[in-house]
């Protein structure tokens, strides 16, 4: 997995490039400092993951997302320190494919890479229940429940436990499972379900009531 990093601090760039460095299957093939840099960096790696910071002098990391995103250039993940609504939508509708704060946990931001480059989309879960609240808020309702009726109850227990916006690493905690058993049930339960990524997923998990606002991931 190639990743370029996007980030106006060098220190930040050089901690995550630290992280990302002890990682056998993850390459650092360049670094960016701001909007315009990664466009043109992005467009000459075709990196396979962008870790994009959104306030930089210049271009911001929204604007240069959509752009990179436009030009199938790479998929992004936003990593912010600042936790505020604007950013959070703003970056999905630029089609950032995740949204972490710095303060993520080392290994989260290595399964955070490995989600979005096998073709998903994660949220951090201080964000998860805005993303629900924003797009439940009302309208028709375009999931339907009677498709739980065709997973498993182990399925249906990951799902939820998606939906409280646990990673797979928690959730294989929580379970007393690996990680590739929680990998193969997620994949499993966006195939049934025929969600395109763990967002839709937490969505169709409160729309059809398997969980409610207020629920925790210990309840």
Known sequence: MRVLLVDDQDLVRAGF??????????????????????????????????LMD???PGMDGISATQRIVAEDAGKVVILTTFDR???????????ASGFLLKNTAPEDLVEAIQVVHSGHALLAPEVTR???????????RVYRPDLLADLTDRE??????IARGLTNT???SQLYVGEATVKTHVSRVLLKLGLRDRVQAVVFAYECGLVTPGDDATG
């Open 17 to 50: 490039r630290m992280i990302l460095s002890v990682e056998p299957d993850i390459e650092v093939v360049g670094e960016a400092a701001d909007g315009e840099k990664a466009i043109e960096l992005a467009l000459a790696l075709r990196p396979d993951v962008v």
């Open 54 to 56: 959104v306030q930089m």
């Open 85 to 95: 609504d604007d950013y959070l939508f703003e970056s999905l509708g630029a089609g």
């Open 130 to 140: 805005r993303v629900i609240k924003r797009f439940t808020g009302g309208g028709e």
């Open 156 to 161: 249906r227990e990951v799902l939820g436990l």
């Open 170 to 172: 928690e959730i294989a």
